[in-house]
Every structure is written in structure tokens, then in C-alpha cells.
């Protein structure tokens, strides 16, 4: 398995206008919280999930979900994405979810032999690196 962190970043740079639908859980991390949601679709440079939660725009987050062999081409990967809330609006078919889009910084593939659970939350210094630009690439 190739877990080289820049893997995910050129693959998916290389593919850039391509977007791929997507129905996955994910965990949004922000301001301490962890709330859950659903992927509907990724590209190289943003995501529009669902959530159960309003974000602000320009909210920094870390979303945590396993990103399926369909897009790496390998095997599932779980992987970790920070950005920034471009923007959070509608709901979902349900009513009880908000659509948000997200501007992606940075994604850092997780061993895949640790659980999920294991990165549902931020730590202080992720989130004082992610306030001040200094988020690794």
C-alpha cells in the first residue's frame, strides 16, 4: 500500500476539473465539535456534503472519511481534508441537513490499520496551523 501523503494531493490535482459523485459518511471536525455527515461528491480542489449543523462561511474544518477504490484507483483510503466553508445553504430532501461546500487545502492519507474514530477530533494546534495558513500540502 502506498500511503504517500502527497499521493491523493497530485492524483487528485491531475484529474482537477473532474468531479466524482460520491455517497459516503464523513465526520466534520470544527471548533471543538464533530458532527456527521455525507459526501455528495469530491474534486481535486472542494467537496459539497451533508450535514446536521450550519457552518459559517469561511469556517475552517478537517472532514475524516475513506475514500473509495473507485477514485484511488487502489484500495480504500481513509484520508483527512482541511479547508475552508465556501458555502452552507439549502437542506437535504430529509430537511434536517445542511449543504456545504468546501474549499480544500490539504489532504493527508491515515494508516489504514487505525480506526477512524481515532481522528474525530482536532487538535488545537491542527486548528491554530489551519487559522494561519500554515497547513502542510
Given at each position: 500500500m502506498n500511503?504517500?501523503?502527497?499521493?491523493?494531493?497530485?492524483?487528485?490535482?491531475r484529474r482537477g476539473a473532474q468531479r466524482f459523485e460520491?455517497?459516503?459518511?464523513?465526520?466534520?471536525?470544527?471548533?471543538?465539535?464533530?458532527?456527521?455527515?455525507?459526501?455528495?461528491?469530491?474534486s481535486g480542489r472542494g467537496i459539497f456534503f451533508y450535514a446536521e449543523?450550519?457552518?459559517p462561511e469561511g469556517a475552517v474544518v478537517e472532514l475524516t472519511f475513506t475514500m473509495p477504490s473507485?477514485?484511488?484507483?487502489?484500495?480504500?483510503?481513509p484520508v483527512r481534508c482541511r479547508g475552508r466553508?465556501?458555502?452552507?445553504a439549502g437542506h437535504s430532501q430529509g430537511g434536517q441537513r445542511t449543504g456545504i461546500a468546501?474549499?480544500?487545502?490539504s489532504y493527508q492519507y491515515l494508516p489504514s490499520d487505525e480506526p477512524m474514530s481515532q481522528?474525530?477530533?482536532?487538535?488545537?494546534?491542527?486548528?491554530?496551523?489551519?487559522t494561519s495558513g500554515q497547513m502542510p500540502r
Open positions: 500511503t504517500d501523503p502527497n499521493r491523493l494531493e497530485h492524483y487528485l490535482e460520491l455517497h459516503l459518511p464523513l465526520a466534520v471536525h470544527f471548533e471543538g465539535r464533530t458532527v456527521p455527515g455525507f459526501a455528495q461528491n469530491l449543523t450550519a457552518l473507485e477514485i484511488t484507483l487502489g484500495e480504500n483510503m466553508v465556501l458555502r452552507a468546501v474549499q480544500l487545502d481522528f474525530l477530533r482536532v487538535s488545537v494546534a491542527s486548528a491554530a496551523a489551519a
